[in-house]
């Protein structure tokens, strides 16, 4: 059942539609209801784009979908993805018109900061993250290497230029991309090649966009050339939950919508199912004093609930040991699972002394956000070797593979390698084949170099009618890498451990190859998108640890809410003055934080706390809990612990409905 402002959002077809959905309004619901409706005025299947921002959000789009939806067939033939899955698909069918092959490479963050210590001629890695990260601006700002170094404003961010333009020439080389480029190249693939842009207007028929305040400019850029001047597309976001500006999300795509399509409609979801209305007027205490571009207030019939609460300990292990008794007053008095539960905070230190405490009561957790399965090393080291199946020009690929496990070919024989693939303009994996390769790297290394070739062309050749499961654990037999495993780790428990990862993974690969029916080649790809945006899945009963960016678009019935003090919630320090934008969106996470509880909502700020193991320092409260002080009760600590303690008391003496069934019987 829609309310009146779901169903105008659901039923506007006529033109580009803006919904601006506050926390917890179903949004989600919204849009695939718009999707049924959408099949109904004789929409084909692949002709709706739905366009999230995390594969998890897509995955339960998809599976919300095919729920609502008779017609399962329809249903995965709808195309819902992230924008950089899309660019993907995008640039896999039509990249070469951009001098992309179909088989190109998607580089990680690592093979990145590689690159560009190569380009850079630097060991320095920390200096080739900080070239890594100005890139990533400067091409979310949609400029090119030779518009950087015209507008570089002192000599750091001209060498970084410089480093862009030989970095953008390895790519070139490589046939890859790295992340930025998912979204930057399907731009210029629309805007410089009408007829391409034309095919996939016709494709895409309708565009629905989440999360549409989360959107950087080149999105925006790329949603006006897909939409067209019909603006067929609808965009749900709200203003209040913008906490990307760090990574290039703008809120002036808000702003401008109105001003590219006068025709536009807005409609406010301002109707709440997630929250008290105790924890929505706290939300909306926080959110107050900032500006706005569509003003809202969030109301719910989830009726009054309990009061919002604000504790105060001395230190952040006090509070940590009062974030583990909440943990065990839920659990054994309201019987709630320890995945009802959530501790928020800004950063990611700040977890430490509350994973501490967990443990001393052996609570079981899970740190949201925290590493990713993709991420780990020994997962990483057989990525290489299938983007290398994948793409043979990968170099970056090659040279983990090629090294792990050890083969006798150490880094003089590389970089002779290197110059030599450099003097004949082929990728290094290209130049083992070459008949003047014993001469320059010697004779035993390239024998061994060979022998490599040759079984990555066995795998290649066998990939072709082998299913992917097996395949991929012969490749591992084949270059002992369980025995790697166990050579290289401290101990024998890292060493089962890592091997287990390495099971799991090659368990999944087999898995969904078949599922899907692609062989060890495919899956290579598709591994190589996942990468860049894995996320954790745990299912388990544990208490959910997560900074408040990793929160976005999550929900519990309890949240407590730690390190509410200026300085760390707005978080600034003396190197990083707190700006006035940078207030407005450091309020955002608090309002974002604040809307992902349910039944019971905390905050706790310390009197002192440690900081990169220094001696504690004094802290001062937030100022984002003097917004929402005249929204708290009035009520002492003594009074407040009565009235729960009757509240349990007349729990207890009430039976519930499972013991009243089981007396009857």
């Known amino acids: 059942m829609l309310n009146a402002a779901q169903e105008r959002a659901v039923n506007h077809l006529g033109g580009p539609c ?35 921002f995390t594969n998890k959000a897509a995955a339960e789009m998809r599976e919300r979908a095919m729920t ?67 890139i990533s601006q400067w091409k979310g700002a949609l400029l090119d ?43 210029r693939l629309l805007q410089q090649h009408g007829d391409v842009r034309e095919r996939w207007r016709k494709r895409l028929r309708y565009l629905l966009v989440d999360e549409y305040q989360d959107t950087s400019d080149a999105q925006y850029q790329l949603l006006k050339l897909l939409a067209g001047g019909a603006g067929r597309f609808t965009a749900v976001g709200d203003d209040d939950q913008s906490i990307y500006g760090w990574r290039g999300a703008t809120l002036d795509n808000l702003r401008q919508l109105p001003k590219d399509y006068p025709q536009l409609e807005v409609i406010k979801l301002e109707q709440n199912y997630r929250s008290t209305n105790a924890i929505l007027r706290a939300a909306n205490a926080v959110i107050a004093s900032n500006p706005k571009i569509y003003p809202k207030r969030l109301w719910s019939e989830h009726g009054e609930g309990e009061a919002v609460e604000v504790r105060e300990a001395e230190t952040d292990d006090e509070e940590a040991e009062r974030i583990v008794a909440r943990v065990q007053a839920l659990r054994g008095g309201r019987g709630a699972k320890l995945s009802d539960v959530a ?38 080291d057989v990525c290489a070797y299938l983007r290398l199946l994948a793409n043979p020009d990968d170099d970056p690929a090659f040279l983990r593979a090629v090294t792990t496990p050890k083969r006798g070919i150490g880094a003089s024989t590389l970089k002779s390698l290197g110059t030599f693939a450099t003097q004949w303009k082929v990728s290094l994996f290209d130049a083992l084949f070459r008949d003047a390769l014993p001469a320059v790297v010697g004779q035993r290394q390239a024998d061994a170099l060979r022998e490599f070739a040759r079984m990555m062309h066995d795998i290649d ?20 890498f369980e025995t790697h495993l166990r050579d290289s780790a401290d101990n024998d428990r890292e060493a089962s451990q890592r091997w287990s990862n390495v099971n799991d993974f090659c368990d999944w690969i087999g898995r969904k190859s078949e599922e899907d029916g692609h062989s060890l080649k495919r899956m290579a790809q598709m591994v190589a998108l996942i990468t860049q ?64 509880a349910r039944q019971t909502l905390t905050l ?10 220094r001696n504690p320092r004094g802290c001062t ?30 729990r207890l003496a009430t039976p519930t409905a499972e013991a009243t069934e089981v007396a009857e019987s």
């Open 621 to 650: 409260p937030s100022r984002f809990l003097d917004d929402l002080r005249a929204e708290l009760p009035k009520t002492d600590g003594r009074a407040t612990a009565l009235a729960r303690l009757s509240a349990l008391r007349n």
């Open 461 to 480: 050749w066998r990939e072709r009618t082998e299913p992917a499961g097996p395949l991929l654990r012969d490749l591992l037999a084949t270059i002992g």
């Open 68 to 134: 609502l939806l008779d017609d399962r067939k329809a249903a995965r033939e709808l195309v819902i993805s992230t924008f950089h899955a899309l660019g993907v698909r995008m640039l896999r069918e039509d990249g070469t018109a951009l001098g992309l092959k179909a088989q190109f490479s998607i580089l990680d963050s690592d093979d990145v900061a590689g690159l560009l210590r190569e380009a850079g001629a630097t060991t320095d890695a920390k200096l080739a993250r900080s070239w890594q990260w100005r």
């Open 18 to 52: 803006l919904v601006i959905a506050g926390a917890g309004s179903g949004k989600t619901r919204v849009i695939t209801h718009k999707i049924a409706r959408l099949l109904k005025a004789g929409y084909a299947p692949g002709e709706i784009a739905a366009i999230t």
């Open 145 to 187: 290497p030779a518009q950087a170094a015209a507008t570089a404003r002192d000599p750091e961010e001209r060498q970084t230029a410089l480093v862009w333009a030989r970095y953008a020439e390895q790519l070139a080389a490589y046939q890859a991309v790295d992340f930025d480029d998912l979204m930057v190249l399907p731009l």
């Open 604 to 613: 706790s700020h310390c009197r002192k706390r440690r900081a990169a193991g």
């Open 343 to 380: 501790v928020l905070y800004r950063a990611n230190h700040q977890s430490r002394p509350i994973e501490q405490a967990l443990r001393k009561a052996n609570i079981p957790y899970v740190v949201s956000g925290g590493q990713s399965f993709f991420d780990r090393s020994e997962i990483k």
């Open 533 to 596: 945006l894995a996320e954790r899945g745990d299912q388990q009963d544990a208490v959910t640890l997560s900074t408040l960016h990793a929160s976005k678009g999550l929900e519990w019935p309890h949240v407590w809410l730690a390190g509410c003090e200026d300085g760390m919630l707005p978080f600034f320090t003396d190197e990083r003055p707190l700006t006035d934008t940078g207030l407005e969106e450091e309020r955002r996470l608090m309002y974002v934080g604040v809307t992902r």
